[in-house]
């Protein structure tokens, strides 16, 4: 009985290049063997193919183009590393162009192709980068280090960043609701090396969903959930962004009920602003509400029917009992206590739950998810192990956790940036002179004198102030 096997294969590409690989199997090595083996046709195929396309390209599309000679070059893939030989044109605009390295889509100095990179920022988003290095060594057979690791991330993560906010489509979403929710809150972030000197970035996140799913015991699912992050936006970038990824995902024309909660901030209260629902309820935070009274209120009396009557009789209900506590105990504490009543009182018409505001829908979900959403998405990998990010690389961690699942599919698509201008702008070009815009000004006596009766004075204070429009 034999104990080593022959095999010989036959390949052929594009019906000019032919070679034969040979190998011996051993029974006891099959799994080395094996291994070789496909190592060799990975390294065959992968080079003919590209020696191919060179020659198409010197044939038919370069014509006319001068050779300035060779260059090699390798790169790392899943499956491996493959090392290549490519022609260098001139182009009749002088500079020197590579045609097979744009065609298979490496950046200039990338070392990596952007599956592997895009393998390497998913399992950065679990773990740390020394983990992640040396499980992608692993996988493909080629040392990566720590800080490769970094710079994949910089560079996927602040593309992803960067087609988030610039995305924008004129295709509407498909889903259908009619009660759609929406949660949006901040979390900062500890900076090194900070070239303003802060010690902290927020990092902004959104989620949006339909329904909830159930589980087992208390785990309920987010279903047909959005997603969304952003750092070093505007507000109104920031509404912007949510309203063109919302008008993608949902049909917003069906929703006859938007549903936002958060923790009472400005920009979070504003974050749907933008979204076209005409009726929108706000919802306060319960989690916010509850560590609120628990600081302040905990020493003084018992909460459980202090929670069960805010929630279901609202804020007036509760006020007798609280307000006498303002002016009992030490300075510090009747602080709390009075910021904490002021807090409620703030926001006494988004106490409420949902489902005891008498709205006409048979069902209505329960707010107050987002906490556990960005502590899961964000605080877990930026915040629970001991990290401080350069500004850079949190933001580009951000978008990559936002992202995670496309990222280990492969599956997200890239929005191509529209420039606004024509006119490219560099700092060896002439800049071109910006039409200058004149601004008119002028002022409303009407508003200022103070006369409420007087025409048109809500539509112009409205106007001035804009916070207070409904």
């Known amino acids: 009985m034999t104990r080593t096997v022959s095999i010989s294969i036959t390949l052929e590409i594009a019906g000019k290049s032919k070679d034969v690989i040979h190998a011996e199997i051993q029974p006891d090595q099959i799994g080395e063997n094996l291994k070789k083996v496909t190592d060799q046709v990975f390294r065959s195929v992968g080079t003919g193919v590209i020696t191919y396309l060179d020659e198409e390209i010197r044939e038919h599309e370069a014509n006319g183009l001068k050779v300035l000679g060779t260059e090699s070059r390798e790169f790392t893939t ?12 001139r182009s009749k605009e002088g500079k020197r162009i590579k045609p097979v390295d744009e065609l298979l889509g490496l950046e200039k100095y990338s070392r990596r192709d952007k599956n592997l990179q895009e393998m390497n920022c998913a399992l950065a988003g679990r773990s740390n980068y020394r983990e992640t290095a040396a499980i992608s060594t692993m996988i493909t057979q080629k040392y ?56 902290a970035a927020e990092i902004r996140a959104a989620i949006t969903y339909t329904d909830k799913k159930w ?25 912007e962004m949510v309203r063109n990824h919302m008008f993608a995902k949902y049909d917003l024309s069906t929703v006859k009920l938007m549903a936002v909660g958060g923790d009472g901030g400005s920009w979070v209260g504003s974050t749907f602003n933008l979204c076209g629902v005409s009726h929108i309820e706000r919802v306060l935070d319960p989690f916010h509400i509850k560590r609120a009274i628990r600081s302040a209120f905990s020493d003084a009396i018992d909460l459980s029917p202090v929670y069960d009557t805010l929630f279901h009789h609202g804020f007036s209900a509760v006020s007798d009992t609280l307000t006498p506590l303002v002016k009992k105990g030490k300075p510090s504490i009747r602080s709390a206590r009075l910021n904490c009543l002021r807090y409620l009182e703030n926001h006494q018409n988004e106490i409420l739950p949902l489902s005891e505001r008498g709205l006409p829908f048979d069902r209505l979900c329960s ?104």
Request: one cysteine or more; hydrophobic letters at 35%; charged letters at 25%.
């Open 215 to 239: 589980l087992s015991g208390n785990r309920k699912k987010l279903t047909n959930k959005m997603t969304l992050t952003a750092m070093d936006v505007s507000s109104l970038q920031w509404q």
């Open 78 to 89: 899943i499956a491996g590393k493959l090392s290549y030989t490519r022609r260098i044109y």
């Open 367 to 470: 707010l107050g998810c987002m906490e556990s959403n960005i502590g899961k998405t964000i605080a877990l990998r930026m915040k629970t192990r001991g990290c401080s990010w350069s500004r850079s690389g949190a933001q580009a961690m951000s978008a990559i956790l936002c992202h995670l699942p496309e990222l280990f599919d492969h599956s997200f698509h890239y929005c191509d940036f529209k420039i606004l201008n024509d006119i490219i702008i560099s700092s060896h070009r002439r800049r071109h002179p910006q039409p200058q815009l004149q601004v008119h000004t002028a002022s409303f006596p009407i508003v200022s004198s103070g006369k409420a009766s007087a025409p048109y004075y809500s539509l112009f204070k409205g106007i001035i102030n804009g916070s207070e429009l409904p």
């Open 144 to 199: 990566i280090s720590p800080a490769t690791i970094s710079r994949d991330v910089k560079r996927v993560g602040l593309r992803l960043a960067e087609s988030d906010k610039n995305f924008y489509t004129e295709e509407k979403g498909t889903l259908k609701a009619n009660v759609l929710y929406g949660e949006s809150d901040g979390i900062f972030v500890r900076l090194q090396k900070d070239k303003a000197g802060k010690k």
